[in-house]
């Protein structure tokens, strides 16, 4: 099955190695990904604060290109990938909006025909995570693995994965990352910081909220002896990584804490060389060779 | 004897909660200065949602992971949109503080999706130009949206960029250190980057502007 790729603007730039390594473990899952062309921002969270439709629109669009672009899977939707949280759950509540709301669909469905667009709704929306566990499998995936991490791992699934559009695992106590980081050897640590809200773009816009809600996950995962801490999205992962420096100043922490993409630890176990999964792009090092495994 | 002085507010050894945004204001008002109005026109632009049955039973301000920063939590806002204190909800901290997690909208027990009613309050503030000058999150919010609606796409760094400059350039300052950090790993678009149908994206929006302005 081939699944479309919806990039949105983070993995372009800050999360650079998210898009590299989803790409490298896919390819090494044989699992075709193809990037969706001419794709629009997606709108997050920011374009909702000052129009709610119009941004509904932006997701519209890009529903629209992945359904002229994609081939439908058996069940007869095009199966479009979106690995950012805020993509994916602005794509999903768009829409349910769209399927929901009358007044909504027609306001979009007119911004869609001037614009010589059409949509049907025969996409689905799907995060890597998703696919990983529940398309390809965990089997397949124990099967790729040539040496597993054994690396304590704190899964970090932050809000938007799982809240409250999203199509697979539980709301308040998600564990289909956890599963899979067993499946690739690691051990998974019980903590409750995992869909706790990282505040997103507090950081640059809030800076002390953005860098307490940080802190409280980065220092439960110390406190609870992780190695590391796994995300799956690229707002999370720039707050815990890249503002760790100024977290440990503004709480006088001593948190050395790496914040990898689960893609990039999946790519690992399969063997995969580091510069291929962006392993040197983070900030805070993460190297299987250093914490054992 | 004189007792010890306490020690100030120090969650988890951090500096003094600091105070935010606004001082917390306590006002008594009339009935005839309320807007009855104000409650139905947030339902309204958060479609239709049914803040009327809210049980106050404060889940929301509860499960809020950033509640203690705001001046309102949660189901202090949702009160006071019924009740029609629409200046006090309107200039609150509470609205921006909304990281739109959806925490609360998971949990209340009555469905009201609290995330959209947020969304709705922004979007009636930002409408009125009704925020403090130089407060970041909603001229992130416009820069953003201004950004896309050009290009299709986000530069994050020139938005930081671009957000410094119109709030205080200390923040220049303050985000060099990080800005140099993401420039040597590689992790930040020199470019603007931008769709190739740039005039298919602006054709849409406008259609749904039309169909909005035909709908008032």
């Keep these: 099955m081939k699944y479309l790729y919806y990039p949105g603007c983070s993995l372009k730039s800050t999360g650079k190695p998210y898009e590299e390594s989803l790409k490298a473990v896919f390819s090494a899952l044989e699992v075709p990904l193809e990037e969706l062309k001419d ?3 997606c709108g997050a969270t920011a374009y909702m604060a000052v129009n709610e439709v119009k941004s509904f629109a932006l997701s519209a669009r890009n529903l629209a290109l992945a359904e002229k672009q994609g081939e439908p899977a058996e069940n007869g939707m095009v199966q479009l990938v979106a690995p950012c949280s ?50 390809i499998g965990l089997e397949k995936i124990k099967g790729a693995v040539k040496s597993p991490l054994g690396s304590k791992v704190a899964c970090y699934y932050g809000c938007q994965i799982v809240r409250p559009y999203a199509t697979f695992d539980d709301q308040a106590s998600p564990f289909a990352l956890d599963t899979l980081m067993e499946a690739i050897g690691a051990a998974p640590l019980d903590w409750a910081m995992k869909t706790r809200c990282c505040g997103g773009t507090f950081v640059a816009t809030i800076r002390e909220v953005g860098l307490r809600l940080n802190y409280l996950i980065l220092k439960e995962a110390q406190r609870k002896g992780a190695d590391l801490v796994a995300t799956t999205c690229p707002l999370c992962q720039f707050g815990l990584e890249c503002f760790q420096h100024e977290v440990n100043s503004a709480f006088r922490g001593d948190i050395r804490m790496p914040v990898a993409y689960f893609t990039q630890m999946v790519g690992l176990s399969f063997g995969i060389p580091e510069k291929e999964l962006g392993l040197q792009r983070l900030f805070v090092p993460y190297k299987k060779a250093s914490i054992g495994g | 004897m004189r007792s010890p002085t306490p020690a ?67 189901r202090r806002i949702i009160a006071m949109v019924r009740e029609g204190f629409e200046d006090e909800v309107l200039t609150s901290s509470t609205i921006w503080l909304c990281a739109s997690c959806y925490q609360c909208t998971v949990d209340c027990p009555k469905q009201i999706k609290l995330t959209d009613i947020m969304y709705a309050l922004k979007q009636i503030a930002i409408a009125k130009h009704l925020y403090p000058k130089k407060f970041a999150v909603p001229i992130m919010a416009e820069e953003f949206y201004r950004g896309v609606a050009k290009n299709g796409r986000n530069n994050e760094g020139m938005m ?57």
């Design chain 1, 39 to 41: 794709w629009n921002c």
């Design chain 1, 86 to 135: 805020a993509c994916y759950a602005g794509m999903l509540k768009a829409q349910r909006y769209l399927a929901e709301n009358e007044e909504i669909r027609k306001r979009v469905e007119r911004g869609l025909s001037d614009a010589s667009l059409s949509y049907a709704g025969k996409v689905q929306v799907r995060h890597p995570l998703d696919v990983m566990v529940n398309d």
């Design chain 2, 8 to 74: 100030p507010y120090s969650p988890s050894g951090a500096a003094e909660r600091p105070s935010l945004l606004y001082e917390v204001r306590k006002v008594l008002k009339y009935e005839s200065e309320l807007n009855p109005e104000f409650g139905r026109e947030v339902a309204r632009k958060a479609h239709g949602e049914n803040l009327f049955a809210c049980i106050q039973c404060g889940t929301c301000s509860g499960t809020c992971p950033v509640s203690h920063y705001m001046d309102y939590a949660p």
């Design chain 2, 160 to 216: 930081m960029v671009n957000i410094a400059r119109k709030t205080s350039l200390l923040n220049l300052f303050k985000y060099s250190r990080l800005g140099m950090k993401l420039f040597t790993t590689g992790r930040v678009a020199l470019r603007q980057e931008g769709i190739e149908h740039k005039e298919q994206l602006r054709t849409l929006l406008r259609g749904v502007e039309r169909a909005e302005e035909e709908a008032r």
